[in-house]
């Protein structure tokens, strides 16, 4: 009886976790041909419903485009400027031309459209250039997460606006049957009782001269400028970063600025059979002197992760350089689960039982020991019964007033 309740408790715990994990955001489709029956405005669709609704979809459409927000509400279709214009003029137009329907609350509707196919392609909407080719995937997911940091949210949602009548015209042209979804992946507003509060996030940080991100190739990572160390002189270099491919080999290239800095490194990744990625090679060269370093364990991670470290530093016998919150990975492999502009899971230099926690467990496994021996010492005892006779009479006090 007691294992049913805990296996029990723990069901409802493992629900009431994904519920709290799940965000229910709006879903604007429309398309040439029918795209749903209307849908009550509190009506909620779950994860499931959903992912059935695009496996229907996908076996009589073509192709299906999502342009997703970092973060859209019901409330953001609302939003109109002084003069009463909304931010969406062209997603109103597209009504008297097309299919419309309006999901008001969808739960995790992107997570569930990665899951219907593999075949899902996944980009940011910074390549979405003039000359851009659009990969020709069952669904494309377009993330339009490019808000700057002094733009409006009206603007930059009337923005989008644009882009998606944009794009969604050059497909419907390229494929002819076409069904287009606008939503987010977080809801920008969130209902608690009877009070709607904004919900703030913080900007997205600028890339900077320490910093090479890009989604095909490698994204690296550096809090701040390397710092050579030299014959006990120690200079700090910041540093520019290209990249290079040589016949499946990722080279990432960084060159100090600056007249004084004199140097260069150049990372070499590599992909092995076992599903795994290296750093196979690391060459600097400062003032004209070129090094091999070296570091103390190697760098490598699975496919589809990338390795993190505090503070890595690549030595010789005489030179040292080191790259504070170092972070890299080599796009050897995308899947629908790799991440866009941000670093997969990491692989830490830091192994995950460190010195600390070998101490605590070392401590604890003595503490036992003793209390151990001590329980044992105690269950040792044995009661004197040296003086007493089982066959003699019996002691008797008498007791009186």
């Not at 709290?20 to 994860?47: H, M, R």
């Not at 809090?223 to 499946?248: C, D, K, L, M, W």
Request: aromatic share 12%.
């Amino acid at each position: 009886m007691g294992s049913e309740r805990q296996w029990l408790l723990l069901l409802i715990s493992v629900v009431l976790t994904n519920l709290c994990a799940s965000e229910f955001v709006p879903v604007y489709i429309w398309g040439p041909n029918s795209v749903g029956d209307p849908v009550p405005a509190l009506q909620k669709t779950s994860e499931s419903n959903f992912k059935d609704e695009i496996e229907t979809k996908l076996k009589g459409t073509s192709r299906i485009v999502i342009f997703a927000e970092h973060s859209l509400s019901p409330e953001d279709f609302g939003q109109k400027d002084k003069s009463g214009n909304s931010a969406f003029p062209h997603l109103s137009k597209i009504r008297k031309t097309s299919k419309v329907a309006y999901l008001p609350s969808v739960q995790n509707p992107i997570k569930a459209t990665r899951h219907v196919t593999e075949d899902v392609t996944e980009i940011p909407i910074q390549r979405l250039t003039e000359h851009f080719e659009i990969p020709d995937s069952k669904v494309l997911i377009i993330d339009l997460n490019d808000a700057s940091e002094n733009e409006r949210r009206f603007d930059m949602l009337k923005r989008h606006d644009e882009v998606i009548m944009s794009v969604y015209e050059n497909l419907l042209e390229k494929y002819g049957n076409v069904i287009a979804m606008y939503t987010g992946h977080h809801a920008s507003w969130i209902a608690s009782g009877h009070t709607l509060s904004r919900r703030t996030r913080a900007a997205e940080p600028a890339i900077t001269s320490n910093q090479y991100m890009s989604n095909e190739t490698v994204m690296f990572y550096t809090s701040g400028n390397a710092v050579a160390t030299i014959n006990g002189n120690v200079r700090s270099i910041p540093v520019t970063y290209s990249f290079q491919n040589e016949s499946g080999t990722f080279v990432l290239i960084g060159t100090g600025t600056g007249t004084e800095n004199a140097f260069s490194v150049n990372f070499t990744f590599t992909k092995v059979s076992n599903g795994y990625w290296y750093l196979q090679e690391t060459s600097i060269t400062l003032d004209s002197q070129p090094f091999k370093l070296s570091t103390n364990t190697t760098i490598y991670a699975p496919l589809g992760f990338s390795y993190a470290c505090g503070n890595q530093t690549f030595k010789t016998t005489s030179f040292s350089v080191m790259f504070p919150s170092f972070q890299v990975e080599p796009v050897f492999k995308s899947t629908y689960l790799t991440k866009t502009t941000k670093f997969n899971d990491p692989y830490n230099c830091v192994g995950f039982t460190t010195i600390p926690i070998w101490s605590g467990l070392f401590v604890t496994f003595i503490l036992l020991l003793i209390m151990t021996f001590g329980l044992t010492m105690m269950m040792d005892i044995k009661t004197m019964d040296r003086f007493d006779d089982a066959k003699g009479k019996t002691i008797t006090i008498n007791t009186s007033d």
